[in-house]
């Protein structure tokens, strides 16, 4: 195994401003020294899971996990632009007739089922471009057989984000129930926390992206897969894309 791929999110597909992902790409030695010192920081401070609060609120004691070797990927992609485009199968099931249960039932069977179609959309169609920008980023054209993706719980249905990684040509996938034993989905969660407190402008945040991410953000001047990548860039309006100037 050449690389070992954590990802976890930060954000929800269909509401607030930003659906983030972070990529942290890792050899298996490192990833040896990172759960070593994520097993010590988490002893000496008595956390039982690190994730992106606690380690916000006792910097100075876990920015030591930032020292072992390791890259950072980011995708980003914005609610607003995936409910703001209009899709034909939405269209059709919305005019659909009233049903023999009056417009009450109706209603309620429509909005249950375009609900599920709006997941499935942004997963066959958003988050299947965060997959395959990271695999673009991170891997190259490397042999499948030499690297896995380790996923936090998604929050889609766990096979269906599985089968669309693998469409995209990942054939190595473990779905993680319980990341406080992994630290790996930890650091993903960090980051991924770290960047969505950057994008937020929450206090203190810049700092910790300054002296923790920002030297291991992979590849930033890429012209194929920027990072942290846009997901659609062209949706973005020019005032959203200024908004990432923070991270440069």
Not at 15 to 36: A, F, H, Q
Not at 150 to 159: H, M, N
Request: proline share 4%.
């Amino acid at each position: 195994m050449k690389f070992l791929i954590f990802s976890d999110e930060s954000g929800q597909w269909n509401m607030g401003k930003y659906y983030i992902r972070s990529w942290v790409r890792i050899t298996p030695e490192n990833y040896d020294l990172l759960r070593k010192e994520i097993i010590f920081s988490k002893h000496e401070t008595e956390v039982k899971e690190l994730k992106w609060r606690k380690f916000k609120n006792n910097y100075v004691r876990f920015k030591n996990i930032f020292s072992v070797d390791f890259d950072i990927f980011i995708t980003i992609s914005k609610p607003e632009h995936f409910q703001s485009k209009e899709y034909n199968i939405i269209t059709t099931i919305e005019n659909l007739p009233i049903s023999t249960g009056g417009q009450e039932l109706t209603d309620k069977i429509k909005t249950k089922i375009i609900n599920s179609v709006k997941n499935q959309l942004f997963l066959n169609y958003f988050e299947k471009i965060h997959i395959e920008n990271s695999k673009k980023a991170l891997l190259h054209e490397e042999c499948p057989d030499k690297y896995k993706y380790i996923i936090d719980t998604p929050q889609c249905l766990d096979r269906e984000w599985e089968n669309i990684a693998k469409e995209c040509g990942i054939q190595q996938i473990e779905i993680i129930k319980n990341s406080e034993n992994i630290p790996g989905i930890e650091l993903a969660d960090i980051v991924s926390g770290c960047i969505m407190g950057l994008l937020e402008n929450v206090g203190d945040v810049e700092l910790i992206y300054k002296e923790c991410l920002k030297s291991k953000m992979w590849d930033m001047m890429s012209q194929e897969c920027p990072n942290p990548n846009l997901i659609f860039f062209p949706d973005f309006k020019s005032e959203e894309k200024n908004e990432m100037d923070i991270f440069r």
